[in-house]
């Protein structure tokens, strides 16, 4: 998120008589890793009022060590954070947090005073049973004494949360942090980065790739394209497979360029399937804005239990399995008839077609 751009666009939507209310920055977003800057967006929302949220679902647990946490600087000022340790830390699925700095805001926001519910108050007597206007001044009662230091917790924890009876992540979340401490946190969730870090070197370092993340990575994931001799697989460069079909395209050149983009994104799906017979399960995102000819690519998430030889073994199975899939193509759109192309119509992978087939 660019901060600048932020102020802007709450300038201009003010100018128009909105109200903005809430803004959310992201810890290590899903495709690249991204982490915010959390200060200078906190400052903006505190200047217009704004809820201040931080998505750190994935990037949280990097508050464990003292090498990454850095990442989360200024993540203190958020008025609330959500966080699932499902992600990063191994606690069984689903595992979900969301983390506020008062308390009260919580109990303010899903209270539900029923006497068929909670049967307790900050006196001790039981509830009116009859019904009356008890729900009705406890809700007053509450929104008064926000404020008040005299507000405590309720005994109740299902009167905190939207989902009133299914409080088992916490458990989930306590057995682990017991088992492992936070210092084996620390150390699981260093070595990760280390291995994605390796793994980015590796990447950079291959003569048939191009990488896309940053090195080393802002979290656990690389994101990369298999590209012989750097250079995609289609294209009209030397050593490319050229597409004569996108010559008639009409329309702008990012037309064009996500028309070509389909044609490279084949590459990286058919490497992916190979891969999953060979005992690995990566992802593969959309382009880039501004890189839409390149199409989709490698997205290989790094976790705690990941090691080093995992990661070599990876790499060597793409780039095996990357070549494989570009002698395919070649054979495939040599055989191809270019009305076909044009239309929009790719080979499908299988048998080899007969040179002017139909």
């Not at 920055?25 to 982490?35: I, M, P």
């Not at 003292?66 to 989360?72: A, G, V």
């Not at 001790?124 to 007053?140: C, K, R, V, Y």
């Not at 458990?171 to 682990?176: I, Q, T």
Request: glycine share 8%; proline share 5%.
């Amino acid at each position: 998120m660019l901060p600048s751009a932020l102020e802007s666009l709450v300038i201009m939507t003010k100018s128009q008589g909105k109200t903005p209310f809430y803004v959310n920055a992201t810890a290590g977003t899903t495709v690249l890793g991204s982490f915010d800057l959390f200060s200078e967006v906190a400052a903006i929302a505190g200047n217009h009022g704004m809820w201040f949220h931080i998505d750190a679902s994935w990037g949280g647990p990097f508050i464990f060590s003292p090498k990454l946490k850095k990442k989360l600087y200024g993540a203190r000022h958020a008025d609330s954070i959500a966080i699932n340790p499902h992600k990063m830390m191994g606690v069984p699925i689903t595992c979900s947090f969301l983390l506020a700095k008062d308390l009260r805001q919580f109990h303010m926001a899903n209270t539900l005073p029923a006497g068929y519910l909670f049967h307790s108050n900050e006196d001790g007597d039981a509830p009116n049973e009859a019904g009356g206007d008890s729900d009705l001044i406890a809700e007053e009662a509450f929104c008064n004494d926000k404020e008040d230091e005299a507000w405590r917790e309720p005994d109740d924890l299902a009167d905190l949360t939207l989902q009133c009876g299914r409080r088992g992540d916490s458990l989930k979340l306590f057995l682990s942090w017991q088992y492992y401490g936070s210092v084996g946190y620390a150390a699981q969730v260093e070595n990760a980065y280390m291995t994605a870090t390796h793994l980015a070197d590796l990447v950079e370092a291959h003569p048939d790739a191009i990488l896309v993340s940053e090195n080393p990575p802002p979290c656990l994931q690389v994101c990369f394209y298999f590209a012989p001799s750097r250079k995609m697989v289609f294209g009209n460069g030397e050593g490319q497979i050229a597409v004569p079909a996108l010559g008639v395209f009409t329309g702008n050149n990012v037309a064009r360029a996500k028309a070509l983009g389909r044609h490279n994104s084949i590459v990286t799906e058919r490497i992916t399937k190979a891969l999953m017979a060979r005992g690995f399960m990566i992802d593969f995102a959309p382009a880039l804005e501004g890189r839409e000819a390149e199409g989709k690519f490698f997205r290989v998430v790094v976790n705690v239990q990941t090691i080093r030889e995992t990661v070599d073994r990876l790499v060597k199975e793409i780039f095996e399995q990357g070549m494989q899939v570009t002698d395919q193509l070649r054979q495939e759109y040599a055989g191809y008839k270019d009305s076909n192309i044009r239309n929009g119509v790719v080979p499908a992978r299988g048998p080899v077609l007969r040179k002017n087939a139909a």
